[in-house]
């Protein structure tokens, strides 16, 4: 079986390390891989590190980017690709385009987001060219359905988790300019609209009100960073809140926190949530698309509405005021996960829809 994946993404971010821990897994089981994606992008290179995986890099410059097309049709024709993963929504798009020139591969697509599809044209046409979708949640499926997407063509392999991963150790507060007796809330992603930073802040200003040995450490960048550092201006919360920027080191954050907080109200599933689950670490999350699928409430953690800063913060104020049932959630988040949410398990599952794809 040969497989030819496609991220034109130039960063790295949850779905990109989805696809690589796939791709790994998968020529464990002797499927061929090969990748294409950008010239200097970190899903490149990181690739390059894995034996048995060929990488092609391509302009990608947009999901009409016919040039890129053609040479993706090429690099299938050449390589005798049974199915072509696109891992991203204009990948999907050049997935499609590619078959004006090549129609023999099977496209197959990742849905990580929860939002719907577009409703133009364009859109509605490459939903219906495609032999295969898998969301990463029952949530996002549910959308596809709603949304028109044939269920026969809907198949869900939830995100996953490397457990070794994980297992890294943690800093000592002090190497992150925090005292040892300050407790440490972290929230991890990109600084975007749905992660919703500003309910998030406004949690964290009612929660200092009522403890004052903590700090919110947030690692990420994005479009909104010059806002969400105004809105920690505006609530008086520097220092208690730092931006920690961009961070290739999320696991050992999370390893040295004391709860991991998510405010996002739109989540596809949520892999660093998954990430604090398997690191034994309290979570206080908002519902958003598949993250009630791994946060079940009182049970491996708290949730609670999303755009409801006050609600949040007595989630977060009852978890640390509940040290004791926080650490047996924290636990049982741990076996949720171990149960659920393993590359394993992810590599297993699409495995067995790519065999029954091209029988």
Known sequence: MKILHIDEQQTWRGGEQQACWLMEGLCSHGVEIYAVGRENSEFISRLKTISHIRTFTLPLHSEFDLYSAWNIANIARKNK???IHAHTSHAHSLAILSTFFYTKPKIVVSRRVSFPPAKNI?????????????PVSYFVAKILKENGIAENKIKVVRSSIDLSHID???????????DDNVKILLNAGALVPHKDHFTLLNAFAEVKKVFNNIVLLIAGSGLLQKDIQSEIDKLHLSPHVRLLGYRNDVPRLIRTSDMYISSSWSEGLGTSILEALASEKPVVATEAGGVSEMVINHETGLLVPNKNPQLLAEAIIYMLSHSEEATNMAKKGRKHVEDNFTVTRMVNETLSVYQKLIQ
């Open 122 to 134: 364009f859109s509605q046409w490459k939903y219906n060219h495609i032999d295969l979708i898998i």
């Open 81 to 83: 690709i049974d199915i």
């Open 168 to 178: 890294v150790p943690p800093y000592k507060k002090r190497e992150l300019g925090v």
